[in-house]
T-cell receptor, first 115, second 116 residues
Framework: KAGVTQTPRYLIKTRGQQVTLSCSPI?????VSWYQQTPGQGLQFLFE???????NKGNFPGRFSGRQFSNSRSEMNVSTLELGDSALYLC??????????????FGPGTRLTVL | AQTVTQSQPEMSVQEAETVTLSCTYD???????LFWYKQPPSRQMILVIR??????QNATENRFSVNFQKAAKSFSLKISDSQLGDTAMYFC?????????????FGEGTQLTVNP
């Protein structure tokens, strides 16, 4: 079974631009979570989507948004990029459903650099 | 809110020896999961081991085992017969079961280096 895939793997943007990252979960997984990893803040939870609905949200500004499609693929968008948004963005999928929590499996990440 | 603390930023061990990484956490929940993930230089986050809080038996996966002390809120990882490929950043993570859905809280990480 194929793992979690993320595209693109690397991205360079300039301040003020917006960016969209994509994540395809493991087949059969309906929950997709996003995390931001930076040297200063470590790994922080952004949000989780399940059945096309945002179910959990971390403490990030509204510039960070996401969505999930009917095939469980997810995208996250960051608008008006700031230098501090430079990070590794990790996507994870799980078999978690309503009332049942399962292990999250991670993709290889998208390295975003904001200049 | 839950917190996870890894007090050892860096550790090193000789190949074939045993090493233990420490993790403590704080939560008011009674049912939860604890995980150890490793992140090698490739940055791919890989699941090492998982422990359910309601299970008293410590989880084991080949050379990896945990010492789960629920009352002390401690969750350490023991790596036996260390191999060069174990060199990675290791993250301890918590996930509550009371909150619907997935939401991992990570520790700061421990950089483990296995020396030949």
């Amino acid at each position: 079974k194929a793992g979690v895939t993320q595209t693109p793997r690397y991205l360079i943007k300039t301040r003020g631009q917006q960016v969209t990252l994509s994540c395809s979960p493991i087949s059969g997984h309906r929950s997709v979570s996003w995390y931001q990893q930076t040297p200063g803040q470590g790994l922080q939870f952004l949000f989780e989507y399940f059945s096309e609905t945002q179910r959990n949200k971390g403490n990030f500004p509204g510039r960070f948004s996401g969505r999930q499609f009917s095939n469980s693929r997810s995208e996250m968008n960051v608008s008006t990029l700031e230098l501090g948004d430079s990070a590794l963005y990790l996507c994870a999928s799980s078999f978690t459903t309503s009332g049942y929590t399962d292990t999250q499996y991670f993709g290889p990440g998208t390295r975003l650099t904001v200049l | 809110a839950q917190t996870v603390t890894q007090s050892q930023p860096e550790m090193s061990v000789q190949e074939a020896e045993t090493v233990t990484l420490s993790c403590t956490y704080d939560t008011s929940e009674n049912n939860y999961y604890l995980f150890w993930y490793k992140q090698p230089p490739s940055r791919q986050m890989i699941l090492v081991i998982r422990q359910e809080a309601y299970k008293q038996q410590n989880a084991t996966e080949n050379r990896f085992s945990v010492n789960f002390q629920k009352a002390a809120k401690s969750f350490s990882l023991k790596i036996s017969d260390s191999q060069l490929g174990d060199t990675a950043m290791y993250f301890c993570a918590f996930e509550g079961m009371r909150t619907s859905g997935s939401r991992l809280t990570f520790g700061e990480g421990t950089q483990l280096t296995v020396n030949p």
